[in-house]
């Protein structure tokens, strides 16, 4: 099942293309009009939640400054030195066993996955 995902300014465009070749509906912070590069997390957190999007994410803020119903739910991404294939390839993976209905909060994405 396809996840409906907006990538934070940290994510690479490599990811958002492989998700989007898989068949998720991506958005990216940084060509969303109402968003942008450099846009405050509270903003992302709140696009997240009127568009029922799943925030995928570097960025330690969504992990230690929000609450889990302050967004729509996050992906984060805690190794920064995860090759973008390996991130896309274990999103997709998450949304085969996880439908987005099922996802809430805060998900890890790691190695795991793989």
Do not use: C
Request: no cysteine; glycine share 4%; hydrophobic share 35%.
């Amino acid at each position: 099942m396809a996840y409906r995902l907006l990538l934070d300014e940290n994510v690479e465009q490599e990811i958002g293309f492989r998700l989007k070749n898989y068949g998720h509906d991506v958005e990216h912070v940084d060509f969303v009009p109402e968003l942008g590069k450099g846009v405050d997390d509270t903003q992302i957190a709140d696009y997240s939640h009127s568009t029922d999007r799943l925030i995928l994410t570097y960025d330690d803020d969504f992990v230690l400054e929000f609450d889990d119903d302050d967004y729509r739910a996050v992906l984060y991404v805690p190794d920064l030195s995860m090759p973008p294939a390996d991130v896309a390839d274990i999103v997709h993976e998450m949304s085969v066993h996880y439908p987005q209905p099922q996802v809430h909060g805060l998900e890890r994405v790691s190695t795991e996955w793989l």
